[in-house]
């Protein structure tokens, strides 16, 4: 992590030091985890001013940045603005460290892929990442600053709420390495169309130095777009439906797993993924290209690959003792990724039944996109679809008889633990602020409970 002393910092960040030069490690944000030799950064945000605690850290920091001096007994860094005096130590920290750093964004499937980007890369190096989500202007930074010295690859996942934040992100990170793993229709509302989420992610690619590698998803329908941006820079493509440098096969899946053949120009890798569907296994082709980027072998993907675990709420399938499979999809949805569920759900034992939560995040197109999925599933064959909230109604438009419609999220559950019966293949998957995680969770602890292997009845 990040060490020095505040006069060594003040010039490099345009701070001015007030009160008696100290050396600090580490740097934080958050007023309730400072340790006694970190310096804290007092953040303005919508509800809450970094400001008003320093008072209470005083006791236990190193020292604060802050835009104006405060009447406390704590040295102080003072900068005009405290988010970008954060990104300027991210920045600087990163310069003097070794690190390789690889760059990823996409509208779905960048944990997934930092995830099995780390497990290959675990295997070549010391590899960091950005801990959970952590991917924005404030945990970026943050976690940049916690990268050890002796790491040999960060891995960052970058998130895109608006226009200019990719490009933000690059300024700090200075990656060698870049990906956009996808464009689908997350964050319509703010950026107006595929279009603009495309031009907001493809700065990854523009941003990348002359000799920097560049990952492009040959499926992806901006894919020609981001090769104009790449330019003259060095490129490696990768694809399941059409010729790339990393060409994969799903060779056979089922709920849990897959068998994939990667063909790459150095040989080919068969493996087996514990990560269901189609989009895992373009996440695990994405991973190959990176890190092959990287400087891994062959041996060190497949390891890497197979290592890998399925994360939680993202097609995690939990068998249930009615005979029943759940499969915990809740993490986050967007169009695009709802369809993915849904194709991941259809190879499943039928019978099949769906439950979904709103779509946030979608702008005026909302409605009709919430139709299309219902839809959508209604063409692919599911057997049920169950649904809450405001916008899924209009799913339950588009999937038509026998769509199931509930106005409060117990309703649903109620619903749930009485219907489903053995043989059952149920994914769940909403937004993240549809907290589908909590429908997941209920009827989990409620087949606890009937089977008799422990916990109480879940709320």
Not at 147 to 157: G, I, K, M, R
Not at 206 to 216: E, T
Not at 346 to 358: C, N, S, T
Not at 408 to 425: E, S, Y
Request: net charge neutral; aromatic share 4%; glycine share 10%.
């Amino acid at each position: 992590m990040i060490r020095m002393s505040l006069s060594e910092l003040a010039p490099l960040i345009g701070a001015r030091l007030h009160g008696n030069d100290r050396a600090f490690a580490g740097v934080v944000a958050d007023s309730r985890n400072i340790k006694s030799d970190q310096l804290f950064v007092a953040l303005r945000g919508e509800r809450v001013d970094g400001h008003a605690f320093v008072g209470d850290i005083a006791a236990r920091a190193a020292a604060a940045v802050v835009e104006q001096v405060l009447d406390v007994s704590l040295p102080q860094l003072v900068v005009e603005h405290t988010e970008y005096a954060l990104a300027e130590i991210a920045r600087v920290w990163r310069a003097r460290c070794q690190a390789m750093v690889l760059a990823m964004t996409g509208s779905n499937g960048k944990t997934t892929l930092k995830t099995l980007t780390h497990s290959i890369l675990s295997r070549v190096g010391h590899c960091s990442v950005n801990p959970g989500n952590l991917n924005n202007e404030i945990g970026l930074p943050l976690s940049l600053c916690a990268l050890p010295t002796q790491a040999d690859f960060a891995v960052c996942e970058m998130g895109a709420g608006k226009p200019g934040d990719i490009a933000y992100l690059m300024r700090i990170a200075a990656p060698q390495i870049g990906i956009v793993n996808n464009v689908g229709a997350a964050h319509l509302e703010r950026m107006g169309s595929r279009r603009g989420i495309a031009e907001t992610k493809g700065a990854i690619y523009s941003a990348l130095p002359s000799d920097g590698i560049a990952v492009i998803n040959a499926e992806d329908e901006f894919a020609d777009y981001f090769s104009s941006l790449v330019g003259k820079r060095a490129r490696i493509t990768f694809a399941l439906d059409r010729a790339a440098d990393v060409h994969g096969q799903i060779v056979a899946s089922d709920a849990t797993s897959q068998r994939l053949a990667i063909d790459t120009k150095a040989g080919r890798i068969s493996l087996t993924l514990s990560m269901p569907g189609r989009h895992n296994a373009l996440n695990a082709l994405a991973a190959t290209a990176l890190a092959i980027a990287a400087g891994a072998s062959l041996d060190q993907i497949r390891l890497g690959l197979e290592a890998a675990q399925s994360i939680s709420g993202r097609l995690a399938s939990k068998p249930l003792a009615i005979g029943a499979t759940l499969i915990d999809d809740s993490y986050n949805a967007n169009p695009d990724s709802m369809r993915a569920a849904i194709d991941t759900l259809r190879a499943q034992p039928a019978p099949h039944w769906l439950v979904i939560g709103d779509m946030k995040e979608l702008g005026p197109d909302g409605p009709s996109l919430h139709r299309d999925i219902g839809a959508y599933a209604n063409t692919c064959g599911i057997a049920r679809l169950y649904a809450v909230g405001e916008l899924s109604h209009a799913a339950c438009l588009g999937y038509g008889s026998g769509a199931r419609h509930y106005e409060r999220q117990q309703d649903l559950i109620d619903a749930l633990r009485t219907d489903l019966v053995a043989g059952v293949t149920v994914l769940i998957k909403g937004s993240r602020s549809s907290a589908m995680d909590r429908v997941a969770n209920a009827l989990l602890a409620h087949d606890r409970t009937e089977s008799g292997t422990g916990g109480g009845h879940a709320a």
